[in-house]
């Protein structure tokens, strides 16, 4: 007796990758900073010593799979892998909120419906300074950097305190050359 097996083929879903293209920096008082384009530098501030501050590192824009955030100290060390992702239907009656932890975005990334419901997605870890700003905090840096795929690399942007420091004890002499003024600290 001979039998015959058919071979059923399925064509395999193949969901895009969309990488996330420019980071947002704000501050908890929603101040964008300044970038300089030719270092990719971003300068935050300025801020008063003894202050305590959050930074926030955005993207807005669809991408697919949702990207992970990460804030990095000088040294190349993460400080701050935690991010919530938010949804926004077109109309913005109504916003989702998904933090990190949850295990919610295995299921973004699979599905295509959130991304064709949903018009405004919103990728965003907040850096927040847990020590108020010293004066060897000036022009201190911090990197955030951005990935939803190995196969592109990771967008980032450096960030760079700027502060406003208290005044030391300075002695001020004058000298005999008229607007001519010397601050020793």
Same mark, same amino acid.
């Given at each position: 007796?001979?039998?015959?097996?058919?071979?059923?083929?399925? =064509? $395999?879903?193949?969901l895009p990758s969309v990488?996330?293209?420019? +980071?947002?920096?704000?501050?908890? %008082?929603?101040?964008?900073?300044?970038? %300089?384009?030719?270092? $990719?530098?971003?300068?935050?501030?300025? @801020?008063? #010593?003894?202050? +305590? &501050? #959050?930074?926030?590192?955005?993207? !807005?824009?669809?991408?697919?799979?949702? =990207? $992970?955030? @990460?804030?990095?100290?000088?040294?190349?060390? &993460?400080?701050?892998?935690?991010?919530?992702?938010?949804?926004?239907?077109?109309?913005?009656?109504?916003?989702?909120k998904y933090p990190s932890?949850?295990?919610?975005?295995?299921?973004? %990334?699979?599905?295509?419906?959130?991304?064709?419901? !949903?018009?405004?997605? +919103?990728?965003?870890?907040?850096?927040?300074?847990?020590?108020?700003?010293? !004066?060897?905090?000036?022009?201190? !840096?911090?990197?955030?950097?951005?990935?939803?795929? %190995?196969l592109v690399k990771p &967008? #980032?942007?450096?960030?760079? +305190?700027?502060?406003?420091?208290? @005044?030391?004890?300075?002695?001020? @002499?004058?000298? $005999?050359?008229?607007?001519?003024?010397?601050?020793?600290?």
């Amino acid at each position: 007796m001979s039998s015959r097996f058919s071979t059923i083929s399925y =064509p $395999k879903l193949f969901l895009p990758s969309v990488p996330p293209t420019k +980071l947002s920096i704000s501050d908890m %008082n929603g101040k964008e900073c300044i970038t %300089n384009s030719s270092h $990719k530098i971003c300068l935050v501030g300025p @801020y008063l #010593e003894g202050q +305590l &501050i #959050e930074l926030i590192c955005e993207i !807005r824009q669809m991408v697919k799979p949702v =990207p $992970k955030i @990460y804030w990095f100290d000088d040294d190349g060390q &993460i400080i701050d892998e935690s991010f919530e992702t938010i949804f926004i239907d077109s109309d913005h009656s109504k916003r989702y909120k998904y933090p990190s932890t949850r295990k919610h975005h295995s299921h973004f %990334n699979n599905t295509e419906n959130i991304f064709n419901e !949903r018009k405004k997605m +919103l990728i965003r870890n907040r850096l927040k300074l847990n020590q108020t700003l010293v !004066r060897g905090d000036f022009s201190r !840096r911090f990197r955030c950097t951005a990935t939803n795929t %190995n196969l592109v690399k990771p &967008i #980032e942007v450096t960030v760079q +305190l700027d502060m406003i420091c208290k @005044y030391e004890h300075s002695k001020f @002499y004058l000298t $005999k050359t008229p607007f001519l003024m010397l601050i020793i600290i």
